[in-house]
C-alpha cells in the first residue's frame, strides 16, 4: 500500500493512469460504435440513445457516484492510518449498494414501458431498457470496490477493470446486436412493423454492457482477494483507535453520496430532457422517424467522439477528490491549491489540442470511422467541439468543490445552469426552429455556466485564482498553430494518399508540432513534465533537440 506521502504526491500519475484507461476504453467504444451502428442504423441508435439515457439516470441517482463517494471517505481514514475505519467504510459501502442498485434495479425493468413510452416518446426502447436493468445492480457493487481502492491512493485496480469491461462490452455488443436484429426482423414481419427490427438490435447491443460490467466486477473481487492478506496486516499493526459503528459509516456515506448523487444527476439528467423535449416538439413539428435518427447521430456519433477527450477530466476529477480531502483533514490549504492548478493545467493541456483538432479535421475523422452520410455529424462536430473546453472544466471544477468539502455547492451550480439550459433549449427548439443545433448550443451554454460559478465558488472558498498564461494563453495559441499546420497537411496528402492515410500523418504531426510549441514557449517546465506518465521520455527528446 502507498505510503501518506507517496500518496500526496503522485495524483497526476494515478489521473493519468485513469485517463489513459479511460481514452482506450472510449476509442474502444467508439470503435465497438461503428459495426453496431451499420448492422442497427441510426434508427437503432436512437432507440439505443433513448434507453440508455434512461439507464444513464437511474445509475447515476444510484450509484454512479460511488466510487468518488468512498475513496473521499476512505482516503481521509487511510491518511490517519484508520484502515479498521477503512475497512468498515467498504463494508457500507456494499449494504449501500445493494439497497440503491436492488432498487432501480426493479424500478427500471418493471417500468420500462413508461420510462421509454411517456416520459422519451420511444416505446421501441423498452425492450433495451429491461436488459439494462441488471447492470445497475452489477455497477453499484463495482462502484464501491473501485472507490475503496482510489481511496487507498491507487487507480490501477479501476483502470484495468474499465478496460476489461469495454472490451467484453465491444464483443458483446456486436454479437448481440446482430443476433438480435436479425430476430428482430422475424418479430417484425409477423407483427407487420419494421421499427422492430432496430429495437431488438438496440437491445442486444445493452446486453453488452451488462456482460462488460460483470466482467469488470468480476475483475476487481479477483484483486480484492489478492490483497486481502495485505490489508488484514495493516488493521493488525495499527494503533487502538475508536471503531465508528456501521450506523455511522452509513450516515456518512450517505451524507456524502446524496449530494455528490445529486450534483451529478443534475449535471446529467440534462441528455434525458434534452432527448424527451426535443422528440416532443419535433414530433409537434411533423417528424416522425427522421427525428430518432437525427438524434442517432447525435449520440452515436458526435456525442462519442466529444466524450472522448473530456474522459482526461473524469479521470481527474476522480484521482484528485481523494486528495484533496485528505489536504483539508491535514488542513493543509496550501497543498490544496497546488494539486488544484497542476489538475486544471493538465486537463487543459489536452482539452485545447483537441478542440481544434476535432474542429478542423471533422469530417477526415468521422469518414475514418462511419459510412454513409456523415455532413450533420460533422458539422455538430466543428459547431460544438468548444464544449469539450467548457465540460472538462466544469466537471473538474466540480470535482474540487466536492474534494474540499462542499458538496452543495456543485448541486446548486448545476440545479440553476440546468433550468436555464432547458429555457434556451425550448425557445432556440420552438421559436427559432434550430433543431438538433439547438441541442448543442444549449449544452454549451450549460457548461459555460458551470465553469463561471464553479469558479467563483472554488475562488471564493479557498482564495484561490488560476494562473492564466501557461493554463490557457500557451496551450490555446500551440492549439491554433497545430490546428493551421494540421489543415494543410490534410488538405495537402489527401490529394494523393486518401482520407486516411492523409488524417492519420496529420494528426502525427500535427501533434508533435503542438507539444513543440508547448515546450518552446514554456508552457510546461521539466520538473512539471516528470510528473506526467511519459513526460520523462518528452523531456529528454526534447533536450536532444535542444528545446528545453
Same mark, same amino acid.
Given at each position: 500500500?502507498?505510503?501518506?506521502?507517496?500518496?500526496?504526491?503522485?495524483?497526476?500519475?494515478?489521473?493519468?493512469?485513469?485517463?489513459?484507461?479511460?481514452? =482506450?476504453?472510449?476509442?474502444?467504444?467508439?470503435?465497438?460504435?461503428?459495426?453496431?451502428?451499420?448492422?442497427?442504423?441510426?434508427?437503432?441508435?436512437?432507440?439505443?440513445?433513448?434507453?440508455?439515457?434512461?439507464?444513464?439516470?437511474?445509475?447515476?441517482?444510484?450509484?454512479?457516484?460511488?466510487?468518488?463517494?468512498?475513496?473521499?471517505?476512505?482516503?481521509?481514514?487511510?491518511?490517519?492510518?484508520?484502515?479498521?475505519?477503512?475497512?468498515?467504510?467498504?463494508?457500507?459501502?456494499?449494504?449501500?449498494?445493494?439497497?440503491?442498485?436492488? =432498487?432501480?434495479?426493479?424500478?427500471?425493468?418493471?417500468?420500462?414501458?413508461?420510462?421509454?413510452?411517456?416520459?422519451?416518446?420511444?416505446?421501441?426502447?423498452?425492450?433495451?431498457?429491461?436488459?439494462?436493468?441488471?447492470?445497475?445492480?452489477?455497477?453499484?457493487?463495482?462502484?464501491?470496490?473501485?472507490?475503496?481502492?482510489?481511496?487507498?491512493?491507487?487507480?490501477?485496480?479501476?483502470?484495468?477493470?474499465?478496460?476489461?469491461?469495454?472490451?467484453?462490452?465491444?464483443?458483446?455488443?456486436?454479437?448481440?446486436?446482430?443476433?438480435?436484429?436479425?430476430?428482430?426482423?422475424?418479430?417484425?414481419?409477423?407483427?407487420?412493423?419494421?421499427?422492430?427490427?432496430?429495437?431488438?438490435?438496440?437491445?442486444?447491443?445493452?446486453?453488452?454492457?451488462?456482460?462488460?460490467?460483470?466482467?469488470?466486477?468480476?475483475?476487481?473481487?479477483?484483486?480484492?482477494?489478492?490483497?486481502?492478506?495485505?490489508?488484514?496486516?495493516?488493521?493488525?499493526?495499527?494503533?487502538?483507535?475508536?471503531?465508528?459503528?456501521?450506523?455511522?459509516?452509513?450516515?456518512?456515506?450517505?451524507?456524502?453520496?446524496?449530494?455528490? =448523487?445529486?450534483?451529478?444527476?443534475?449535471?446529467?439528467?440534462?441528455?434525458?430532457?434534452?432527448?424527451?423535449?426535443?422528440?416532443?416538439?419535433?414530433?409537434?413539428?411533423?417528424?416522425?422517424?427522421?427525428?430518432?435518427?437525427?438524434?442517432?447521430?447525435?449520440?452515436?456519433?458526435?456525442?462519442?467522439?466529444?466524450?472522448?477527450?473530456?474522459?482526461?477530466?473524469?479521470?481527474?476529477?476522480?484521482?484528485?477528490?481523494?486528495?484533496?480531502?485528505?489536504?483539508?483533514?491535514?488542513?493543509?490549504?496550501?497543498?490544496?491549491?497546488?494539486?488544484?492548478?497542476?489538475?486544471?493545467?493538465?486537463?487543459?493541456?489536452?482539452?485545447?489540442?483537441?478542440?481544434?483538432?476535432?474542429?478542423?479535421?471533422?469530417?477526415?475523422?468521422?469518414?475514418?470511422?462511419?459510412?454513409?452520410?456523415?455532413?450533420?455529424?460533422?458539422?455538430?462536430?466543428?459547431?460544438?467541439?468548444?464544449?469539450?473546453?467548457?465540460?472538462?472544466?466544469?466537471?473538474?471544477?466540480?470535482?474540487?468543490?466536492?474534494?474540499?468539502?462542499?458538496?452543495?455547492?456543485?448541486?446548486?451550480?448545476?440545479?440553476?445552469?440546468?433550468?436555464?439550459?432547458?429555457?434556451?433549449?425550448?425557445?432556440?427548439?420552438?421559436?427559432?426552429?434550430?433543431?438538433?443545433?439547438?441541442?448543442?448550443?444549449?449544452?454549451?451554454?450549460?457548461?459555460?455556466?458551470?465553469?463561471?460559478?464553479?469558479?467563483?465558488?472554488?475562488?471564493?472558498?479557498?482564495?484561490?485564482?488560476?494562473?492564466?498564461?501557461?493554463?490557457?494563453?500557451?496551450?490555446?495559441?500551440?492549439?491554433?498553430?497545430?490546428?493551421?499546420?494540421?489543415?494543410?497537411?490534410?488538405?495537402?496528402?489527401?490529394?494523393?494518399?486518401?482520407? =486516411?492515410?492523409?488524417?492519420?500523418?496529420?494528426?502525427?504531426?500535427?501533434?508533435?508540432?503542438?507539444?513543440?510549441?508547448?515546450?518552446?514557449?514554456?508552457?510546461?517546465?521539466?520538473?512539471?513534465?516528470?510528473?506526467?506518465?511519459?513526460?520523462?521520455?518528452?523531456?529528454?527528446?526534447?533536450?536532444?533537440?535542444?528545446?528545453?
Amino acid at each position: 500500500m502507498p505510503s501518506k506521502k507517496k500518496k500526496a504526491n503522485n495524483f497526476i500519475v494515478q489521473g493519468g493512469i485513469l485517463a489513459i484507461a479511460g481514452v =482506450i476504453t472510449r476509442i474502444i467504444g467508439m470503435f465497438y460504435r461503428i459495426p453496431v451502428t451499420n448492422i442497427i442504423g441510426d434508427e437503432g441508435n436512437g432507440y439505443y440513445a433513448a434507453a440508455y439515457q434512461i439507464y444513464n439516470i437511474m445509475l447515476l441517482i444510484s450509484s454512479y457516484s460511488l466510487p468518488l463517494a468512498i475513496s473521499k471517505i476512505v482516503s481521509v481514514r487511510y491518511s490517519r492510518q484508520e484502515y479498521t475505519n477503512s475497512d468498515r467504510v467498504f463494508k457500507g459501502g456494499l449494504i449501500f449498494a445493494f439497497i440503491s442498485g436492488g =432498487i432501480v434495479c426493479l424500478l427500471l425493468f418493471f417500468g420500462a414501458g413508461f420510462f421509454a413510452g411517456t416520459l422519451m416518446s420511444e416505446p421501441m426502447s423498452a425492450i433495451a431498457l429491461r436488459i439494462f436493468a441488471p447492470t445497475l445492480l452489477i455497477v453499484a457493487i463495482m462502484g464501491v470496490v473501485r472507490g475503496y481502492f482510489q481511496g487507498m491512493g491507487t487507480m490501477v485496480p479501476t483502470a484495468i477493470s474499465q478496460i476489461i469491461e469495454q472490451i467484453v462490452n465491444a464483443v458483446v455488443s456486436i454479437l448481440a446486436a446482430k443476433t438480435l436484429f436479425s430476430y428482430g426482423e422475424k418479430v417484425a414481419k409477423l407483427l407487420k412493423n419494421k421499427h422492430y427490427s432496430y429495437a431488438y438490435g438496440a437491445a442486444g447491443s445493452t446486453l453488452g454492457t451488462s456482460s462488460g460490467a460483470l466482467a469488470g466486477l468480476i475483475f476487481l473481487l479477483i484483486v480484492l482477494l489478492l490483497v486481502s492478506g495485505s490489508l488484514r496486516r495493516y488493521r493488525a499493526k495499527e494503533e487502538r483507535r475508536s471503531v465508528e459503528s456501521m450506523g455511522e459509516i452509513m450516515s456518512l456515506i450517505a451524507l456524502t453520496a446524496i449530494p455528490v =448523487i445529486l450534483s451529478t444527476a443534475i449535471y446529467n439528467v440534462s441528455d434525458v430532457l434534452d432527448n424527451g423535449i426535443f422528440n416532443k416538439i419535433m414530433t409537434l413539428k411533423g417528424q416522425g422517424v427522421e427525428k430518432t435518427a437525427i438524434w442517432g447521430i447525435y449520440s452515436g456519433k458526435y456525442k462519442l467522439m466529444m466524450n472522448i477527450p473530456i474522459a482526461l477530466a473524469n479521470a481527474m476529477c476522480s484521482s484528485v477528490v481523494p486528495t484533496l480531502a485528505s489536504c483539508m483533514a491535514a488542513e493543509n490549504t496550501r497543498a490544496a491549491k497546488r494539486k488544484i492548478f497542476t489538475a486544471l493545467r493538465v486537463t487543459m493541456l489536452i482539452a485545447f489540442p483537441c478542440c481544434v483538432g476535432m474542429t478542423v479535421l471533422a469530417e477526415p475523422i468521422l469518414s475514418m470511422l462511419f459510412k454513409g452520410d456523415l455532413t450533420l455529424a460533422a458539422q455538430l462536430m466543428r459547431v460544438g467541439s468548444i464544449s469539450i473546453l467548457f465540460f472538462s472544466i466544469s466537471t473538474l471544477t466540480n470535482g474540487v468543490l466536492q474534494g474540499i468539502n462542499h458538496l452543495e455547492v456543485p448541486v446548486r451550480h448545476s440545479a440553476i445552469s440546468l433550468v436555464i439550459h432547458l429555457a434556451a433549449l425550448w425557445v432556440m427548439l420552438d421559436y427559432f426552429n434550430m433543431g438538433i443545433y439547438g441541442v448543442v448550443f444549449a449544452n454549451i451554454l450549460f457548461a459555460v455556466l458551470m465553469c463561471i460559478m464553479n469558479q467563483f465558488a472554488i475562488k471564493r472558498y479557498l482564495h484561490y485564482k488560476q494562473e492564466m498564461p501557461r493554463t490557457f494563453v500557451i496551450p490555446a495559441i500551440s492549439s491554433v498553430i497545430m490546428g493551421i499546420i494540421v489543415f494543410t497537411l490534410y488538405k495537402l496528402f489527401s490529394k494523393f494518399l486518401g482520407n =486516411i492515410p492523409a488524417t492519420i500523418i496529420s494528426i502525427v504531426v500535427g501533434g508533435a508540432a503542438y507539444f513543440f510549441c508547448i515546450l518552446k514557449l514554456r508552457g510546461i517546465r521539466q520538473e512539471e513534465l516528470n510528473e506526467i506518465p511519459g513526460g520523462a521520455f518528452i523531456g529528454r527528446i526534447a533536450r536532444i533537440f535542444g528545446i528545453f
